[in-house]
C-alpha cells in the first residue's frame, strides 16, 4: 500500500528566512508526487507536483521541491518566506492502477511565519 | 472560471438524521472525487467518479453512505443516519483526466457536525 510521511506537525520560520517542510513517500513503481496547502475554511490548492524529469519542480508562489529517490522524500521548500504562506500543508502520492490510482495524502504540517 | 464549488458549507444535525451535500465540478471535468477530512488529518478518499460511473468506492461506508452523479456532472453524498463520529470535512474535487500525473482541483468543504 502507497503512504506519505510528514515527521512535522508544525514549521516555524521568521519571514525573510529559507523554509523546508519534508515529506518522504512509500509506493511501488514510478512516483507521481505533489503538494497542497490548505488555507482556514478553504480547500486546498495545488502548488506543484513531480511526474518526472528535473529533480527540482518549481511550483506556485515561489515554492519549489526537490525529489529524491534513494531517499524516497519530496521535501517542498522556498527561499525566502512570507507571512502569508503560513497555512497548512498537505504532501500526496499518487501510483497506477487499481486502487494505486488513488492520491495518498499526509497528515499536513501546519508552517508559522513570523515577523 | 468558476472553481469547485460545494454546498453547503456548513451543516449541524442531530445523531441518526440524513444529511446530503452536493457538488458541483468545475466545467469539463470528467473526474469526480468525494474525501473525507478529519481534524488534523489528510483527505481520504471515499468515492471517484469517472463520468457517471463509480470506479472506485472501495472506502466508502455503505451502510450509511451513499453518493450519485446523474448526468456524470453534479454529485451527491448522503449519510443516513449519521452518526457521532460522522462528524468532519466533506471535501469534493475534479480533474480533467483520470491520468495518475492529473492535479485535482478540490472546494471548499462542508463542514458537518453531529450532535
Known amino acids: 500500500a502507497q503512504s506519505v510521511a510528514q515527521p512535522e506537525d508544525q514549521v516555524n520560520v521568521a519571514e525573510g528566512n529559507p523554509l523546508t517542510v519534508k515529506c518522504t513517500y512509500s509506493v511501488s513503481g514510478n512516483p507521481y508526487l505533489f503538494w497542497y496547502v490548505q488555507y482556514p475554511n478553504r480547500g486546498l490548492q495545488f502548488l506543484l507536483k513531480?511526474?518526472?524529469?528535473?529533480?527540482l519542480v518549481k511550483g506556485s508562489y515561489g515554492f519549489e521541491a526537490e525529489f529524491n529517490k534513494s531517499q524516497t522524500s519530496f521535501h517542498l521548500k522556498k527561499p525566502s518566506a512570507l507571512v502569508s504562506d503560513s497555512a497548512l500543508y498537505f504532501c500526496?502520492?499518487?501510483?497506477?492502477?487499481?486502487?494505486?490510482?488513488?492520491?495518498?495524502f499526509g497528515t499536513g504540517t501546519r508552517l508559522q511565519v513570523t515577523l | 472560471e468558476a472553481g469547485v464549488v460545494q454546498s453547503p458549507r456548513y451543516k449541524i444535525i442531530e445523531k441518526k438524521q440524513p444529511v446530503a451535500f452536493w457538488c458541483n465540478p468545475i466545467?469539463?471535468?470528467?473526474?469526480l472525487y468525494w474525501y473525507l477530512q478529519n481534524l488534523g488529518q489528510g483527505p481520504e478518499l471515499l468515492i471517484r467518479?469517472?463520468?457517471?460511473?463509480?470506479?472506485?468506492d472501495s472506502q466508502l461506508p455503505k451502510d450509511r453512505f451513499s453518493a450519485e452523479r446523474l448526468k456524470g456532472v453534479d454529485s451527491t453524498l448522503k449519510i443516513q443516519p449519521a452518526e457521532l463520529g460522522d462528524s468532519a470535512v466533506y471535501l469534493c474535487?475534479?480533474?480533467?483526466?483520470?491520468?495518475?500525473?492529473?492535479?485535482?482541483?478540490f472546494g471548499p468543504g462542508t463542514r458537518l457536525t453531529v450532535l
Open positions: 474535487a475534479s480533474s480533467a483526466g483520470t491520468a495518475a500525473f492529473g492535479e485535482q482541483f
Open positions: 467518479y469517472e463520468n457517471e460511473e463509480a470506479v472506485d
Open positions: 513531480y511526474i518526472t524529469g528535473d529533480n
Open positions: 466545467s469539463g471535468h470528467n473526474t
Open positions: 500526496a502520492v499518487r501510483g497506477l492502477g487499481g486502487t494505486a490510482s488513488k492520491l495518498t
